[in-house]
């Protein structure tokens, strides 16, 4: 692009020739296109569905985080109706702007248990291991230590080695917090949870305040587009092409393989094909890269056909595998002193004070953001008997054909794991979209987040209505069924939220938590009934975590072992073609993936570039 210009024309794209066409200016295809730029021998061509949103303060302003859910930044995709949720389509928000979800997302900065990612080296993903991931956690993050009365004040602990130092992510905690946080750690002190001062090291379990990714200086979003694009801009080797929406990759026979030569796009209405002398990288994420796999003709055959797509690669594996994290939304009455963003939103005077102060000063209710979080495992709050009965439930109904992923997750259910199977996070304000706000009324909300689903869904393009030679495009959003609750590990998944609601309400009944709290208004409290059974409130409430994983798994040796791509992140059965983002996670984590999707972003650009080095 050779200048810092946010809006490069479609005939200066088409002018260059690329050794790499990246697939999406996401999370981790931005990282991915910077990484590769600083090799000058390397040219890099972004395409990007979305626009370039630099200066939009709903993108920018922490405060203001879920404002641009459902807005044009979002591809609104939904969910199919879902029998495990009485059959309740669901929203499932993801990023149609240059930074994908990373604009969009809560900037919650953690990372997984050790164990997560070592499993998903268990799976075959070769050096993917905690270990293998760990100098990439640390290169993609700038880390800026709070001082010593933050540290006190909101219990800001942290192990510095733990951290990068040079990373272009900015992560900071935050100045603000909601009133609730003065009491989240010494009310989970009292229920025998301990404060984690190195929650990043490797064990997420415990109670701790949340990094986030927002820079210290103006206080402001730090998102892929800010940090790895907007400053790598002017290279002469990378180019982007904004509103550029991909329709497939170019496949074309070499030998008995297919490589990848180029991409299909439509810009302003007009189709084009960009070639490439190197290579296709596809950062679309879980629900876009299988898609583009699939138009491009690699895939399950009997989606592929009915879709009235030819059939180039044989892989049962594409769109199969989906994880999500499952969410519910407690909602109490509060305090009515306490000011919480609806406040904000209702009354145009405070919107203005708090937009003041944050001008001023960067601090306020507009830099405030969830950070009242606690990972525990199970056994936290269901006994061991149980948990070994579920277990050995699940055990008797293997075959020598499950999955190892399925087994990896059943043991840790007999082990008794120190992992963080359920994360609650609390804060005020209601994040309900089932519980309408009563005026005159406060809320707080608390949110249960399932972390290891053994329910497992799939994302594949819609078949074809008509029989007259038509086939499945783009345009056409796919098939979300994440298959909530769905089979005997379903039935568990189901089982350990329910349990979980109990201990939520156990918490925020402890004080000193509860001195802010009037009482519990979704689901109501009953006073004659402290034994309130959760199991219909959940098949109701349950949503989406925004946290989709694993639609073209990595792992394995073979496309036969049932993944998409190998350790190196190439797609199976396929020359010069690669998928790096969310959508190769085999197994899902205990965390909000955005941390573990920019060292992915790392980790892949620094496999690509070494086998371009050594081609």
């Not at 402290?530 to 496309?559: E, L």
């Not at 085999?586 to 371009?612: C, F, M, R």
Request: proline share 7%.
């Amino acid at each position: 692009m050779g200048s810092t210009d946010d809006h490069p024309s479609l005939t200066s794209f088409l002018s260059h020739k690329y050794t790499h066409l990246v697939i999406g200016g996401g999370t981790a295809g931005l990282v991915v296109a910077a990484r590769l730029s600083e090799n000058p021998d390397i040219t890099v061509g972004v395409l990007e569905a979305g626009s370039a949103a630099f200066d939009d303060p709903k993108i920018n302003v922490p405060g203001r985080f879920g404002e641009t859910l459902g807005s044009d930044y979002d591809w609104q995709f939904e969910s199919t109706p879902q029998p495990g949720l009485n059959g309740r389509s669901l929203p499932w928000p993801r990023g149609r702007v240059l930074g994908g979800t990373s604009a969009l997302n809560f900037m919650t900065w953690n990372r997984g248990c050790k164990e997560d990612y070592d499993a998903w080296e268990e799976l075959g993903a070769e050096g993917w291991g905690w270990e293998g991931l760990l100098p990439y956690f640390k290169k993609s993050e700038t880390f800026h230590q709070p001082d010593s009365e933050h540290q006190s004040k909101h219990k800001s602990i942290f192990d510095p080695e733990q951290h990068g130092t040079a990373g272009p992510l900015q992560t900071t905690y935050s100045v603000t917090y909601g009133a609730s946080h003065q009491h989240w750690h010494a009310t989970l002190h009292k229920l025998g949870i301990e404060t984690n001062s190195s929650h990043f090291s490797g064990s997420n379990v415990g109670v701790w305040t949340s990094l986030t990714g927002v820079t210290p200086d103006k206080r402001e979003r730090s998102y892929s587009a800010t940090a790895y694009y907007r400053p790598n801009s002017g290279r002469k080797n990378l180019h982007l092409l904004t509103e550029a929406f991909v329709q497939e990759v170019v496949l074309e026979k070499e030998g008995q393989a297919w490589a990848a030569k180029g991409v299909r796009f439509t810009h302003d209405g007009e189709e084009h094909i960009i070639r490439t002398e190197g290579e296709v990288v596809i950062c679309a994420g879980s629900v876009q890269s299988p898609q583009l796999l699939e138009l491009s003709g690699i895939g399950n055959p009997e989606v592929l056909e009915v879709a009235g797509i030819d059939v180039k690669v044989d892989n049962t594996a594409v769109g199969e595998n989906l994880q999500e994290h499952m969410m519910t939304a407690m909602i109490f009455e509060i305090a009515p002193s306490i000011v919480t963003p609806e406040d904000l939103r209702a009354d145009p005077k405070l919107a203005e004070a708090a937009d003041k102060e944050y001008a001023l000063s960067q601090s306020g209710p507009r830099t405030a953001i969830p950070s009242s979080v606690a990972y525990l495992p199970f056994s936290h709050f269901v006994s061991h008997e149980e948990l070994s009965s579920l277990g050995n439930s699940l055990l008797s109904q293997s075959s020598p054909k499950s999955k190892p992923s399925d087994r990896i997750l059943v043991n840790r259910l007999l082990a008794d794991k120190n992992l963080g199977q359920i994360e609650w996070n609390f804060d005020v304000s209601n994040y309900s979209p089932y519980f309408k706000s009563l005026p005159g009324k406060k809320y707080a909300t608390m949110l249960q987040m399932l972390q290891y689903p053994f329910s497992k869904g799939s994302i594949h393009i819609p078949p074809t209505q008509q029989k007259n030679g038509s086939k499945a495009t783009a345009t056409e959003k796919p098939v979300i069924d994440p298959r909530y609750y769905d089979g005997k590990g379903g039935e568990v998944d189901f089982k350990m939220m329910v349990a979980s609601q109990a201990y939520a309400d156990k918490i925020c009944s402890t004080p000193p938590l509860s001195d802010i709290i009037v009482s519990r208004v979704y689901p109501p409290s009953d006073p004659t009934d402290p034994n309130y059974n959760f199991a219909d409130w959940v098949r109701n409430s349950t949503i989406t975590d925004w946290h989709p994983i694993g639609t073209c798994a990595m792992g394995g040796r073979r496309k036969e072992d049932g993944y998409v791509v190998d350790s190196r992140l190439r797609v199976y059965g396929t020359k010069g073609l690669r998928v790096c983002d969310a959508s190769i996670m085999p197994l899902h984590i205990s965390a909000h993936p955005q941390a573990t999707i920019y060292a992915i972003g790392e980790k892949g650009a620094a496999i690509i570039g070494d086998d371009w080095k050594g081609r």
